[in-house]
Nanobody
């Protein structure tokens, strides 16, 4: 089992940067594909980025590609989301998640079985 705690959210002006962190507990963090999702008010939770177990492969939503970078440190049991060139449309609660072990693609919320509590990111114009 793994438990997840996000941190690093806040208020930033458009064009600014933030780095989100997600700390995991449990001895098997390295077994999980990890992802970041976000949910804006009145909208469904959407995929942002994912990273494979070793950190050698990543995927991004089209809306954040080139601006956001996901990374992980298995020794520290942590995954990160570096966000740059932030836009007001990036305002949302951001969630860290661990994919189900049998997930094949891991691009939808249904592929993830463990979630953090979320951290608010607000981008002002």
């Amino acid at each position: 089992q793994v438990q997840l705690v996000e941190s690093g959210g806040g208020v930033v002006q458009a064009g600014g940067s933030l780095r989100l962190s997600c700390a995991a507990s449990g001895r098997t963090f390295y077994n999980f594909v990890m992802g970041w999702f976000r949910q804006a008010p009145g909208k469904e939770r959407e995929f942002v980025a994912k990273i494979n177990r070793s950190g050698s492969n990543t995927d991004y939503a089209a809306s954040v590609k080139g601006r956001f970078t996901i990374s992980r440190d298995n020794a520290k049991k942590s995954v990160y989301l570096q966000m740059a060139s932030l836009e007001p449309e990036d305002t949302a609660v951001y969630y860290c998640a661990a994919a189900k072990l049998d997930a094949v693609v891991a691009l939808t919320a249904n592929d993830y079985g463990r979630w953090g509590q979320g951290t608010q990111v607000t981008v002002s114009s």
